[in-house]
């Protein structure tokens, strides 16, 4: 049997029937509310921006900190090298020396690093005071700190942070002397 909507009227005082009825109406409101909030729908594209955003910054970080030092490790690599060469080929101790600092300076300035944070060694065998000495052997190792891509100065000592990387070649000195 269906009342009509006019028996809430006939039962109930006006009042109680507006209070009642603004009460059943808020707790509606609400409800909606809540099954709105909990709906999935449309959350999925925020939910890759956010997570997509989260993971890009550092991932972006982490290339371009890796492609400095790499490019770092490689100019340092071939001044080393190159360093090596430039002595054993020389026809002198002195030229050889010279040759070698002008191939360490353009190896340093190409790998975009500054001469404060590079050290350089050279050392000779058998004879330590004449590199050019036949069958002998040149060493130099190259040692740098490569500094980090956006990363500020530690506790106010002006240095930022930075990666260490070395290098280090031989070369033999040919039996017959100076460039092949």
Known sequence: MRRSSRWA???MPAVRRSRLWTRLRHRLQFRHRLRLLADDRGSASL???TVGVLL?????YLVLALGQIQHAVL??????R???RAIAQADGHDAGLAAADRAIRVAITDAGLSPDVVSVAIACEPRPSACDTPRGTVSVRIDATVPLPLAPPVLQLDVGLGVPVAAHALQPVSAFGGAP
């Open 56 to 60: 890009l910054v550092p991932l972006v």
């Open 9 to 11: 009227e006939r039962t």
């Open 82 to 84: 190159h360093a090596a």
């Open 47 to 49: 939910e890759f921006l």
């Open 75 to 80: 100019g340092i690599e071939g001044g080393a």
